[in-house]
């Protein structure tokens, strides 16, 4: 394989990387530049290629063909100075077993030949202090991934690699580890993570790369990606007030449907089957769900769903 | 704290926090020196060593090589299934310093149950220790290091604990009767004695049993020694070869 210099700038420049298991073509020709300060998101079906497309930017796999370059280096063999700039986090959470957590932190710090308050200054940082002296084994879902985040950032990384870091966690231990998220990309650092929270992604991210079957399907900013697939809007009605065939002939209506005790609308012209809903309905009936990335995402991956 | 430091205490703390195991580590040869010393009493194997002074040493060097042997292969695998063994990687310290620090916690291990091993077989059943039994800790430390190397072999093999645990007692049950250990050599059919030269208990054992009981002179239990180098060199190239960062693909 060859390696690209050709944007030194970038945190990550992949250009055409494709990687075959015996049958399965894990990548088929993916291009990506993430930019050096940038929080990105990388969101596709289990399966698309997300852990492989990690793997490769970390060094721990070859591409068959394709550049590869981040930070503006090969990652390519192992390359330990590199490393030492990347902080990673993968689903498995990887602890040393029956230490405490504040244990665990100082041996993964010693192995980076950094010193003790290097363990001090990751658990504050995930706000996991008052748990420092727990075993690792008896922390909560939330907790071991706080710890989780702590071992990638101990050794202060400019490039962060978080795979599925809020999978787990209730919506409060969410939120927070959002705040720290958005701590680190304040400090300058740049971001690429893996979730399948769509409304996460569209609250954090610059930009999003949506994969599936190896391939990347679409690079843009939440907003940008919702607006470009013109998804529809929704609008929805209590059942009991209209059926579907009160609503079908209206004009600008695409489709209707009855789910879970509401009539729900599709359409790209809302002002319009608004006004005709306004004769037959009061209008604070009805209640309007513009298209979400999450929209954009089923519309995108609809393919690879249905196969 | 350095890298070799670290790693070293989080293995020890993480060894010493398993109390059932500690426990039955230190409990598993004991049970069999109780055993075999209440079976045969009083009698005495061929070559004139007593019974004890033949069971004792064997006992002792299959219990330590199979602690080293189980400990290496129990970490390696748990290393490389919660994914340490990548996290490790990341990090500019190299592998060997990282098995080495687990090495040091089998060495530890396996001299503590020898002197308490010992103890016992001295204090109950009569053990005779000669003037050359000093020659019995170099042994020691060549026979663990050659079983903490079989366990890096066994660790790579296997990729979950039910798999070391069948992988190592397949081939340390066996080694405890053809290599000498809990069964007399002399006693064996001639080629099953010349079979157990190809078994790296068979030397721990009569290092230990040599310099225990006195025999051979000084230079007989540093061939015993160099064979378990050899048996090192060995686990250590093939563990090399087969070695794996990561269980997927």
């Given at each position: 394989?060859?390696?690209?210099?050709?944007?030194?700038?970038?945190?990550?420049?992949?250009?055409?990387?494709?990687?075959?298991?015996?049958?399965?073509?894990?990548?088929?020709?993916?291009?990506?530049?993430?930019?050096?300060?940038?929080?990105?998101?990388?969101?596709?079906?289990?399966?698309?290629?997300?852990?492989t497309?990690?793997?490769?930017?970390?060094?721990?796999?070859?591409?068959?063909?394709?550049?590869?370059?981040?930070?503006?280096?090969?990652?390519?063999?192992?390359?330990?100075?590199?490393?030492r700039?990347?902080?990673?986090?993968?689903?498995?959470?990887?602890?040393?077993?029956?230490?405490?957590?504040r244990?665990?932190?100082?041996?993964?710090?010693?192995?980076?030949?950094?010193?003790?308050?290097?363990?001090?200054?990751?658990?504050?940082?995930?706000?996991?202090?008052?748990?420092?002296?727990?075993?690792?084994?008896?922390?909560?879902?939330?907790?071991?991934?706080?710890?989780?985040?702590?071992?990638?950032?101990?050794?202060?990384?400019?490039?962060?690699?978080?795979?599925?870091?809020?999978?787990?966690?209730?919506?409060?231990?969410?939120?927070?580890?959002?705040?720290?998220?958005?701590?680190?990309?304040?400090?300058?650092?740049?971001?690429?993570y893996?979730?399948?929270?769509?409304?996460?992604?569209?609250?954090?991210?610059?930009?999003?790369?949506?994969?599936?079957?190896?391939?990347?399907?679409?690079?843009?900013?939440?907003?940008?990606?919702?607006?470009?697939?013109?998804?529809?809007?929704?609008?929805?009605?209590?059942?009991?007030?209209?059926?579907?065939?009160?609503?079908r002939?209206?004009?600008?209506?695409?489709?209707?449907?009855?789910?879970?005790?509401?009539?729900?609308?599709?359409?790209?012209?809302?002002?319009?089957?608004?006004?005709?809903?306004?004769?037959?309905?009061?209008?604070?009936?009805?209640?309007?769900?513009?298209?979400?990335?999450?929209?954009?995402?089923?519309?995108?991956?609809?393919?690879?769903?249905?196969? | 704290?350095?890298?070799?430091?670290?790693?070293?205490?989080?293995?020890?703390?993480?060894?010493?926090?398993?109390?059932?195991?500690?426990?039955?580590?230190?409990?598993?040869?004991?049970?069999?020196?109780?055993?075999?010393?209440?079976?045969?009493?009083?009698?005495?194997?061929?070559?004139?060593?007593?019974?004890?002074?033949?069971?004792a040493?064997?006992?002792?060097?299959?219990?330590?090589?199979?602690?080293?042997?189980?400990?290496?292969?129990?970490?390696?695998?748990?290393?490389?299934?919660?994914?340490?063994?990548?996290?490790?990687?990341?990090?500019?310290?190299?592998?060997?310093?990282?098995?080495?620090?687990?090495?040091?916690?089998?060495?530890?291990?396996?001299l503590?149950?020898?002197?308490?091993?010992?103890?016992?077989?001295?204090?109950?059943?009569?053990?005779?220790?000669?003037?050359?039994?000093?020659?019995?800790?170099?042994?020691?430390?060549?026979g663990?290091?050659?079983?903490?190397?079989?366990?890096?072999?066994?660790?790579?093999?296997?990729?979950?604990?039910?798999?070391?645990?069948?992988?190592?007692?397949?081939?340390?049950?066996?080694?405890?009767?053809?290599?000498?250990?809990?069964?007399?050599?002399?006693?064996?059919?001639?080629?099953?004695?010349?079979?157990?030269?190809?078994?790296?208990?068979?030397?721990?054992d009569?290092?230990?049993?040599?310099?225990?009981?006195?025999?051979?002179?000084?230079?007989?239990?540093?061939?015993?020694?160099?064979?378990?180098?050899?048996?090192?060199l060995?686990?250590?190239?093939i563990?090399?070869?087969?070695?794996?960062?990561?269980?997927?693909?």
């Open positions: 394989m060859s390696t690209s210099d050709s944007r030194p700038d970038a945190a990550v420049a992949l250009n055409e990387v494709r990687k075959r298991y015996g049958t399965v073509q894990a990548l088929d020709g993916v291009s990506l530049t993430v930019e050096r300060g940038e929080f990105f998101g990388i969101l596709g079906p289990n399966g698309a290629g997300k852990t497309l990690v793997e490769i930017v970390e060094g721990l796999r070859t591409p068959d063909s394709g550049t590869v370059s981040v930070l503006g280096e090969s990652p390519w063999p192992r390359n330990t100075p590199l490393l700039r990347l902080g990673i986090q993968t689903q498995s959470s990887a602890f040393f077993t029956r230490l405490t957590a244990e665990h932190l100082e041996t993964v710090a010693a192995l980076y030949r950094l010193e003790r308050p290097a363990a001090t200054r990751a658990l504050d940082l995930v706000d996991l202090g008052e748990q420092a002296g727990q075993r690792v084994d008896q922390l909560s879902g939330g907790q071991r991934q706080r710890l989780a985040l702590a071992t990638a950032l101990i050794h202060d990384p400019e490039l962060i690699f978080l795979d599925e870091p809020t999978a787990a966690l209730d919506p409060a231990a969410r939120r927070s580890l959002w705040e720290v998220l958005r701590t680190l990309k304040g400090d300058g650092r740049t971001i690429v893996t979730t399948h929270h769509l409304d996460e992604a569209e609250a954090l991210c610059d930009r999003v790369a949506i994969v599936a079957r190896g391939t990347v399907l679409a690079v843009d900013s939440p907003r940008h990606l919702i607006k470009s697939l013109a998804a529809p809007t929704r609008l929805r009605v209590p059942a009991y007030r209209l059926g579907v065939e009160d609503v002939g209206l004009p600008g209506v695409e489709s209707a449907a009855v789910e879970g005790g509401e009539l729900v609308i599709s359409t790209h012209t809302a002002n319009q089957v608004l006004l005709a809903l306004g004769e037959l309905v009061d209008l604070e009936e009805i209640t309007t769900r513009t298209a979400t990335l999450e929209d954009a995402y089923l519309e995108l991956t609809a393919t690879e769903r249905r196969s | 704290m350095n890298a070799y430091t670290a790693v070293t205490r989080a293995s020890y703390l993480a060894y010493l926090r398993d109390r059932t195991s500690v426990i039955f580590t230190f409990a598993f040869p004991l049970v069999f020196l109780i055993v075999f010393g209440m079976l045969f009493q009083g009698q005495s194997v061929d070559g004139g060593l007593s019974y004890i002074n033949y069971i040493p064997g006992v002792l060097s299959w219990g330590i090589g199979n602690a080293a042997l189980f400990g290496v292969a129990f970490t390696l695998m748990h290393w490389r299934r919660d994914d340490l063994l990548r996290l490790i990687w990341r990090t500019p310290t190299p592998l060997p310093t990282v098995l080495g620090a687990r090495y040091l916690v089998a060495l530890g291990t396996g503590v149950q020898a002197v308490l091993f010992t103890a016992v077989a001295l204090g109950a059943f009569g053990l005779h220790l000669s003037g050359s039994w000093p020659l019995a800790l170099p042994v020691l430390v060549f663990i290091t050659a079983f903490a190397a079989l366990g890096l072999v066994v660790g790579t093999l296997a990729n979950t604990p039910e798999a070391v645990a069948a992988i190592a007692n397949c081939v340390m049950v066996p080694m405890a009767f053809l290599s000498g250990a809990f069964y007399p050599i002399d006693l064996m059919p001639g080629w099953l004695q010349g079979l157990s030269r190809a078994l790296p208990l068979r030397y721990f009569e290092g230990v049993t040599d310099a225990v009981g006195g025999r051979g002179g000084v230079a007989l239990p540093f061939l015993d020694c160099a064979a378990l180098t050899g048996f090192t060995l686990f250590a190239l563990a090399t070869r087969t070695f794996r960062w990561s269980n997927r693909n």
